[in-house]
């Protein structure tokens, strides 16, 4: 793990005689599988990550669970009949499969998509249920539209989840923290005329999508932004979402504004990106803020610097939760909502 100053949650001595709590985060084999070999997309990614974190002493621990498939009355929450039909049914055209890339596309990809969403669906359940943290091992799909896909997102599992935070898990105010190098250009699409929903994006001005759509606030930065102008942008964020006071917070954490990054045009360093990691979680913890973890985007070269950046997401989100459940026990937060 790269250095840094602690954070306050992994300042003290933790109870012994507490049981650790762990960091569910959703993964199955089919998220590197689903991918053909031969696509420019590095699927390499999710199975490095998931054996350095099987491998890894973390300080504290981190279960994989598996997701079952969303189902289509998910999707449709967001995503139009026809569309979601099309796509299942094997009936995009070239056009569309070219808009959304991950080609050449074998059988597998549609389980592979909806794994994906079911995991994301998983985590937000988990955390409106108990508290803390919890994260899917890949989404974060925030370039799909309702009636389209693109740049790798065919459904968009953020706003799917803000639809199920706010229509069936009683949640008044959803808030997406969207900290990817690329503009959340589908989710404020998506979530645009939805109230108790805010969208924040902190990108790169001059990278894909190069049409965006108006989030609730954007925050661009210039190509060649490092990390002080990254961070200072990412507090900004977190001051917005602060004084909405949202009931969970969904967190895009692509590692993509890396500077080894191949697609992001940003300079941020390895610190710098667990820096920006430890503002959000300590916000969380220090709010009791239940928030769900979407991976998002990293395509460094070689694709090593990607997976330790996501490893050191993975090793803070972990104390953080774990900080969070023993500070409130496993359903403390939904006690202390019910009591207000
Ligand atoms: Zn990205």
């Not at 924040?200 to 049409?211: D, I, K, Y």
């Amino acid at each position: 793990m790269s250095g840094g100053t602690p954070p306050p949650w992994l300042e003290g001595e933790d109870d012994p005689g507490l049981p650790k709590s762990s960091l569910s985060i959703w993964y199955h084999d089919l998220y590197t599988m689903g991918i053909d070999p031969s696509a420019r997309f590095p699927r390499d990614r999710y199975h490095l990550l998931e054996d350095r974190i099987k491998g890894a002493q973390l300080p504290s621990p981190i279960e994989f669970r598996e997701p079952r498939p969303a189902s289509t009355d998910d999707l449709l929450r967001v995503h139009g009949p026809d569309y979601v039909d099309r796509f299942l049914g094997g009936r995009l055209s070239d056009r569309e499969i070219n808009r959304i890339g991950l080609k050449p596309w074998r059988s597998s990809f549609a389980q592979r998509t909806l794994l994906i969403m079911g995991g994301s669906i998983s985590a937000l359940e988990h955390v409106c249920q108990h508290g803390g943290i919890s994260g899917n091992m890949a989404g974060g799909t925030h370039h799909s539209h309702a009636d389209f896909g693109s740049g790798y997102c065919v459904f968009n599992d953020i706003g799917v989840c803000a639809k199920i935070a706010l229509e069936r898990e009683g949640v008044e105010r959803v808030a997406v923290l969207d900290l990817d190098v690329h503009q959340g250009d589908g989710t404020a699409a998506i979530l645009r005329d939805t109230p108790g929903a805010l969208t924040v994006s902190v990108h790169c001005e001059a990278n894909f999508p190069f049409r965006k759509v108006a989030s609730d606030f954007d925050l661009p930065l210039p190509a060649g932004a490092g990390d002080s102008e990254y961070l200072d942008r990412v507090q900004e964020g977190l001051d917005i979402v602060s004084g909405f006071s949202p009931d969970v917070l969904l967190f895009q954490a692509g590692v993509d504004a890396l500077a080894s990054d191949a697609l992001g045009k940003l300079e941020v360093s390895r610190l710098g990106m667990r820096l920006r990691n430890q503002m959000v979680l300590s916000h969380v913890v220090d709010q009791g803020l239940p928030c769900v973890i979407f991976m998002g985007g990293g395509y460094s070269d070689p694709i090593g610097h990607t997976v330790d950046a996501f490893l050191d997401l993975f090793t803070d989100a972990a104390i953080a939760n774990g900080r969070m459940q023993r500070a409130t026990g496993p359903e403390g937060r939904h006690r202390e909502r019910e009591a207000v």
